[in-house]
C-alpha cells in the first residue's frame, strides 16, 4: 500500500484559515458505509443521525498556548515550542520541557533566551534529532504564565501567527486537562447548547483524555505505508468511561468517536474482544485499510491532509474508494478543510 494512494488535489483557498461565525453553522457530510450513501447537512443538525442509547466519546484534552518567543544573549530571536513537560515535579524534574528551538543560528547547550516577564529559559541538551530539554526558571507557577506569555500553536498550513480568537476557537467547550499541542478538531463544532439538546434526546456523552502531539502534522517519509511507525502520545481512559462504553454496547447502541484521536484511544485500549480497558499509558497504534474495528460504530472528524496518517485512518473505517470519493465531492460541493473546516460523520 502506497502512501500516494492517499493523494488528493485541494485548491489553496478551501483551507479554513479561520473558524466558522458559530461553531455549529459549520457544513456536515455524512456518510453511510453500507450504502455508499452521501449526504450534506449542517453540523447543528447532526442530532438526525443520532439515536437514543448512542454515546459520543469525547477527547477533553486542553490545547496548551506552546509557542513562545524570547532572544539569546546575543539577540537573535529564538521560538521555543514546547512538546511535553516531564511529567515528575520533583525539583530536578521542575519546569523541565522537551521542546522544539526555531532560530536564525544553531542553538547551544548551555545558552541562555530571555522570555515574557523575566523568565528565563536554559538548553540543557539535545532529546532526539529534533528536540530538545529546556528548563524555565524566574516563575514560581509556570502554567499560570504560559496562558498569559504563550501563543497557541494553531497548524503552520493555516499560514498565519496565532491570534487572541484562537485561544478560545482553538480549544473544544468541553475541554479540561491541559496537555496538548494540537487540538482534536472533530470536537470543535459542539457548543454547550447542542450537547444539551443532544443529551436530552437520549444521547449519552463519555470522556477520555489523548494529549494531542506534534506527529500529526508529521509527513510520512516513507513510500509504503505499512513502513511507518507513528507517534506515541499520552492518554488516560476512566473507568466510567470503560462502562459507558460496555453498558452502550450491551444495550445496542453505537459507540461514536469524536475525532481519531478519540478513536485511535479507544482501539488502542481495547483487548482482542472489543472489551475497553481502563487506565493511562501511551498509544501508538497505526490504523490503516485493513485493520477491523473493535470498538468505534461511527466516526465524527474532520477533512484531513492528503497523505496523513488521520486520512488512512479514516479509510480504514469507511472504505478508501469511498472516502476519496467523498473528497472529491467535498472539494466540488466547496467544502471547507482542515482544523478549521467542516465536518464529516461517517456511520
Same mark, same amino acid.
Given at each position: 500500500m502506497l502512501v500516494s494512494d492517499f493523494h488528493y488535489e485541494l485548491p489553496d483557498d478551501l483551507i479554513a484559515r479561520y473558524p466558522a461565525p458559530h461553531r455549529d453553522s459549520s457544513r456536515l457530510m455524512v456518510l453511510t458505509r453500507q450504502q455508499g450513501q452521501i449526504e450534506e447537512s449542517t453540523f447543528n443538525r447532526i442530532g438526525s443521525w443520532l439515536s437514543p442509547g448512542d454515546l459520543l466519546v469525547l477527547n477533553d484534552t486542553r490545547v496548551i498556548p506552546a509557542r513562545l518567543f524570547g532572544a539569546k544573549e546575543t539577540g537573535g530571536r529564538v521560538e521555543i515550542f514546547l512538546v511535553e513537560g516531564q511529567g515528575s515535579r520533583a525539583k530536578e524534574?521542575?519546569?523541565?520541557?522537551?521542546?522544539?528551538?526555531?532560530?536564525?543560528?544553531?542553538?547551544?547547550?548551555?545558552?541562555?533566551?530571555?522570555?515574557?516577564?523575566?523568565?528565563?529559559?536554559?538548553?540543557?541538551?539535545?532529546?532526539?534529532?529534533?528536540?530538545?530539554?529546556?528548563?524555565?526558571?524566574?516563575?514560581?507557577?509556570?502554567?499560570?504564565?504560559?496562558?498569559?506569555?504563550?501563543?497557541?500553536?494553531?497548524?503552520?498550513?493555516?499560514?498565519?501567527?496565532?491570534?487572541?480568537?484562537?485561544?478560545?476557537?482553538?480549544?473544544?467547550?468541553? &475541554? &479540561?486537562?491541559?496537555?496538548?499541542?494540537?487540538?482534536?478538531?472533530?470536537?470543535? *463544532?459542539?457548543?454547550?447548547?447542542?450537547?444539551?439538546?443532544?443529551?436530552?434526546?437520549?444521547?449519552?456523552?463519555?470522556?477520555?483524555?489523548? *494529549?494531542?502531539?506534534?506527529?500529526?502534522?508529521?509527513?510520512?517519509?516513507?513510500?509504503?505505508?505499512?513502513? *511507518?511507525?507513528? *507517534?506515541?502520545?499520552?492518554?488516560?481512559?476512566?473507568?466510567?468511561?470503560?462502562?459507558?462504553?460496555?453498558?452502550?454496547?450491551? &444495550?445496542?447502541?453505537?459507540?461514536?468517536?469524536?475525532?481519531?484521536?478519540?478513536?485511535?484511544?479507544?482501539?488502542? &485500549?481495547?483487548?482482542?474482544?472489543?472489551?475497553?480497558?481502563?487506565?493511562?499509558?501511551?498509544?501508538?497504534?497505526?490504523?490503516?485499510p485493513g485493520y477491523r474495528f473493535k470498538v468505534v460504530d461511527a466516526l465524527l472528524t474532520n477533512f484531513h491532509l492528503p497523505e496523513s496518517t488521520l486520512l488512512m485512518l479514516v479509510s480504514a473505517f469507511a472504505g478508501q474508494d469511498f472516502v476519496m470519493r467523498a473528497y472529491r465531492r467535498a472539494v466540488e460541493q466547496r467544502f471547507r478543510f482542515y482544523s478549521y473546516g467542516d465536518a464529516m460523520l461517517i456511520l
Open positions: 524534574q521542575e519546569n523541565l520541557w522537551r521542546c522544539m528551538l526555531r532560530s536564525s543560528k544553531p542553538c547551544k547547550i548551555g545558552q541562555q533566551v530571555a522570555l515574557a516577564d523575566g523568565v528565563t529559559a536554559e538548553i540543557l541538551g539535545r532529546d532526539g534529532e529534533q528536540q530538545w530539554l529546556v528548563r524555565f526558571f524566574g516563575i514560581d507557577d509556570f502554567d499560570a504564565w504560559l496562558q498569559q506569555a504563550g501563543e497557541m500553536p494553531i497548524p503552520p498550513y493555516l499560514g498565519r501567527p496565532g491570534e487572541e480568537l484562537d485561544r478560545v476557537r482553538y480549544q473544544t467547550v468541553y &475541554a &479540561a486537562e491541559p496537555g496538548a499541542v494540537a487540538a482534536p478538531t472533530a470536537g470543535l *463544532h459542539f457548543t454547550p447548547q447542542l450537547l444539551e439538546t443532544l443529551c436530552r434526546n437520549g444521547i449519552a456523552t463519555a470522556q477520555l483524555t489523548l *494529549h494531542v502531539g506534534l506527529g500529526t502534522f508529521q509527513p510520512l517519509r516513507v513510500a509504503r505505508v505499512q513502513e *511507518h511507525r507513528i *507517534h506515541r502520545e499520552r492518554y488516560l481512559i476512566p473507568a466510567a468511561t470503560a462502562a459507558a462504553v460496555a453498558a452502550t454496547k450491551t &444495550a445496542g447502541g453505537r459507540v461514536i468517536a469524536v475525532g481519531t484521536t478519540a478513536a485511535r484511544t479507544l482501539e488502542y &485500549a481495547a483487548d482482542d474482544n472489543g472489551s475497553l480497558q481502563p487506565g493511562k499509558g501511551e498509544a501508538d497504534i497505526f490504523i490503516y
